[in-house]
């Protein structure tokens, strides 16, 4: 009796897959002044080195942020990050609400991508957000699609569905090239269909999961939706922190830990590529090595 028992309760452990352990790269990563006072250099990257994060998408409000951590060569590389520097389009919180009509914006993208940071050039534009899609279509917002189309950047936007077909309107190749990187995959709840659709229709558009409605369930694992859309689309999601409060900073392990939990139940060439390869690869960075 005593054995039946033991024998069950193993099967049901190695029916249990284990939490994914490789590599990761958070897209979606910030540090802004509240959190340099409160997080400085040494506890961020100890987060991060903790948890495994190898590479980091950097930006913050103001930009001064991310340049801290290009410039901390030493530390990032004893802690085994690499920084990939993002032009932040705010100098402050009210930027958020103009940016995409205010032409100072534009000209300090300007000057910061060609002034570059001591971890090199920009790799991306962003964080901006949109409350209204129609704003898409503001005129600074325009001309920055097509600036980062045209230089091969990256782009990070919190945006709804609609506004990501208004802002590839704005790009050279209309979409077919462009960079994008949709923060938390429509954070508004867009359906599965809708993303889908939008997967298909822009080759290049990127989906990072923070904050994505509907992603997980009660135990941790994907819902069945987004499970058949991590496989049906392997290589175009990819994960993030938005650490845009001090308090994710504090949930920094936790959040990693969740990942690693949904990452541990898909195959594992599939958490593979969105945990580590599919940023790797936007950015330039060796992909399938146990770093
Ligand atoms: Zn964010």
Redesign the pocket.
Known sequence: MKLIVIALSLGALSAQAADYSGPLLDA?L?YNDEAQQAHPLADVLARMQRNGVRAIVANSRPNDGTKSLAAAKAETAQAGVTVLPFVRLYRNREDYSSWFKDETIYQMVQTELARGTAAGPYKGIG?FHLYDSANANGAVAKKLMALADDKGLAVLA?VDDIAIDLLMAHTPSKGQNTRLIW?HTGIGGASAARVRELLLKYPRLMGELSYRPNLTGADGKLTAEWRALALEFPSRFMIGS?T?VNQRWQYYDELMRGYRTWLGDLPAEVARKIAWDNGALLFGLPVNTQR
Do not use: C, I, S, Y
């Open positions: 979606h910030h964080e919190h923060a938005d845009w």
